[in-house]
């Protein structure tokens, strides 16, 4: 048996319940499993971590535990002066315009919202586990879902559990957490199926459109892979209020 102390900073006590979060918590293991293992059973998927100090010294996923050890598990390495990031399963982070993520089934209404704000977002409704893990590994995707189970995976080495269940708030989360403001290209991309949109001819858009709109429309956008219009009407303006609201950061530069 080993007796082992960890202590969450920051936004990893989010995922603790209530009664666990900025306080020691003690654990006692059996064997001698790895820090990944203890920390995961605690419900810290590995993607949520950045650093960790086992009795004192900068250790990796695969450290292995001893009896009386006291471990600190960090969020961002970057935010306390000395940590070492982990290593193994661990990518160096991506500046915000490169990130590229995908959603699992649950998060359709975030996952337009993301492409509405330009960002590369894959998602379907009907994916399995599986294939986001896989598809997440391959194209070096950022996952984003509310299942912890899937974030353990030793295969999905960018992610993020999403705190809220409420779309507005957690498009908000996911902007704060990987800086997105400053990357955002409002309107650049199909909400439907993720194209980039392609401007597309006056004349041609209008034949396509009722004719109050096709009076009042002067810009059109085409989406070449779905062949969805879109212009600036109604949906437009309530999308644009949206954003405002929840992501000023999108509209300020
Ligand atoms: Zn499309």
């Known amino acids: 048996m080993v007796a082992l102390t960890f202590h969450f900073h920051g936004r990893l006590n989010e995922l603790l319940p209530a009664g666990a979060r900025d306080r020691p918590i003690d654990r006692v293991v059996d064997g001698s499993p790895t820090v990944k293992d203890v920390i995961e059973s605690l419900g810290i998927p590995h993607v949520e971590v950045d650093a960790i100090v ?15 050890e006291s471990v600190e598990v960090y969020p961002d ?3 306390v002066a000395g940590l070492t990031r982990v290593r193994s399963l661990k990518p160096p982070p991506l500046p ?6 995908v959603l699992d089934g649950h998060l359709g209404r975030l996952a337009a919202y993301l492409r509405m704000l330009g960002f590369d977002t894959s998602y379907s ?11 997440a590994s391959r194209e070096e995707r950022t996952l984003l879902t509310r299942d912890r189970g899937l974030l353990k995976r030793a295969i999905v080495r960018r ?3 999403v705190r809220s269940d409420r779309p507005h708030d957690q498009l908000r989360e996911v902007v704060v957490r990987f800086g ?3 990357a955002c290209r409002l309107f650049g991309r199909c909400m439907r199926c993720n194209s980039p949109l392609e401007a597309i001819a006056l004349a041609a858009a209008r034949t396509r459109v009722p004719p109050r709109v096709a009076l009042e429309q002067t810009e059109f956008q085409h989406c070449p892979a779905c062949d ?3 212009w600036r009407g109604s949906h437009h303006a309530r999308m644009l209020r949206l954003i405002e609201a929840v992501v000023p950061e999108a509209v300020a530069h």
Do not use: K, W
């Open 228 to 230: 969805t219009l879109y």
């Open 54 to 68: 086992a009795a004192g010294v900068s250790v990796d996923f695969e450290h292995r535990v001893c009896d009386g």
């Open 125 to 135: 409704n009907h994916a399995a586990d599986d294939a986001l893990a896989t598809l």
């Open 77 to 79: 390495a970057s935010e």
């Open 96 to 101: 915000p315009e490169r990130l590229r993520f």
């Open 159 to 161: 992610g993020y559990f």
């Open 180 to 182: 997105l403001g400053p």
